[in-house]
């Protein structure tokens, strides 16, 4: 391990956590139903964001190093989990791609967004560890 990250967590108040990342500040929220205000997404929803989000730097990455057309490229995720642990999942990735776009990219752009770094952690999770600092 060399290189080190830190993200500062707040408590605004209520349910929301806010994530301090470099010069950001990501603000979550809790659902009505979980007692929050529904003011921000859930932390849940920013960690599927963030695959989705991936994926989708990798496919607009492929197509402008090869100065290809973004325009109507898209990219939708469904994910589809198990209610109850130990919550096996399936993600499915649909690529819409732009009219005209070369049939010699397609399956390219499938192994570039298949590159996602998101997706690189999940296969090989981090060591997870919780030290209480002194007062």
Known sequence: MNK???LKIQFPGGKKINVETGDFLIET???????????A??????????MAACAGIFALNFCDSR??????????MDWERDSKPP???????????????PDKYRSSIVK???L????????????????????
């Open 87 to 101: 919550f096996a999942a399936k993600v499915n990735y649909r690529l819409k791609l732009p009219q005209g776009f």
């Open 41 to 50: 997404p859930e932390p849940f929803d920013l960690f599927l964001s963030s």
């Open 112 to 114: 570039a967004i298949d």
């Open 4 to 6: 080190t990250k830190t």
């Open 67 to 76: 100065k290809l057309s973004t325009d109507g490229l898209a990219l939708a």
């Open 116 to 135: 996602c770094t998101v997706k690189h952690y999940i296969h090989n999770p981090p060591e997870f560890s919780i030290v209480i600092e002194p007062e």
């Open 29 to 39: 929220d809790q659902c009505l139903k979980a007692g929050g205000e529904a003011s």
